[in-house]
């Protein structure tokens, strides 16, 4: 349960730091139930991380201290680097069946830019190119770049890969991948065999979370049904967390002083 009373499903997060750097968090709150979303995430503050909110199905109007104000929708993503300092609100709205299906990701910022200037990204789903492998696998790709196609968000500090990636039924998808970067998918539907080539691999289902090791390249086939899958991708930054709720720094007394901040009104620079 977070925010005001959003029934969520947490798939990574504070202690799984530091396997999954640069990534520190992600949700699942797919729900079709209204009144286990609806109350929202009223106001509260964020430093020292990028969030990633990408729906399926439903709305997230948003709001925050810089002014910015808007509705994210099926396919859309909104991406938001709080730096030192921002105060938003997130307040889920059912569609017209009242499913609510989306993710938040979070990214760490590194210690040289945990106080860098606040900004906000929105991209709607039309602008998000989406690319049919030989293999008829569909990759949408929301950042970084996949076979030349790079992704809308952009500047993005830790340059990520994030993917939206379909294979189908007797299907395979192959990405290289370097092998410093931590690597990990979140299957949202089906089934798939991840890890090995041939008739080997890691069976993984719906609402299931893999982390690869070391390796160049990332694999996964399926057999009699489709598999979908959130990829995500980036270069760990290796530094020291100290999480305070929604606060994220360096040390113990970066935490206390931005607590320390929200409370005496100086949060926002």
């Not at 009223?42 to 990028?50: V, Y």
Request: net charge negative; aromatic share 10%; charged share 25%.
């Amino acid at each position: 349960m977070e925010g005001a009373g959003v029934r969520l499903r947490r798939a990574l997060g504070y202690h799984d730091v530091p396997a999954f750097d640069p990534f520190l968090m992600l949700d699942d709150f797919r729900n079709d139930h209204p009144e286990d979303y609806i109350k929202g995430f009223p106001w509260h503050p964020h430093r020292g991380i990028e969030t990633i909110t990408y729906m399926l199905k439903g709305e997230v109007e948003h709001q925050d201290s810089m002014g910015n104000k808007g509705v994210i929708s099926a396919g859309d993503v909104q991406w938001m680097t709080a730096g030192s300092g921002i105060i938003h609100q997130e307040m889920p709205q059912p569609g017209g069946d009242g499913v609510m299906l989306g993710f938040q990701l979070w990214a760490n910022l590194p210690a040289s830019r945990k106080m860098m200037k606040p900004r906000y990204q929105e991209v709607k789903s039309s602008e998000i190119p989406e690319i049919v492998t030989s293999g008829n696998c569909s990759v949408r790709v929301i950042c970084g770049s996949f076979e030349g196609t790079a992704g809308p968000v952009k500047d993005i500090i830790t340059d990520p890969v994030f993917l939206d990636v379909r294979v189908p039924a007797a299907g395979e998808f192959v990405l290289p991948t370097p092998a410093d970067d931590n690597v990990f998918c979140y299957v949202i539907e089906g089934e798939g065999y991840f890890g090995e080539e041939g008739s080997g691999g890691e069976k993984a289902e719906n609402r299931d979370l893999l982390l690869f090791s070391e390796g160049s390249h990332f694999r996964v086939h399926t057999l009699e049904n489709a598999v979908r899958f959130l990829f995500l991708m980036g270069k760990p930054l290796k530094e020291p967390v100290a999480w305070g709720g929604p606060i994220v720094m360096n040390t113990q007394e970066e935490l206390q002083t931005a607590f320390e901040e929200f409370d005496n009104g100086t949060f926002i620079k």
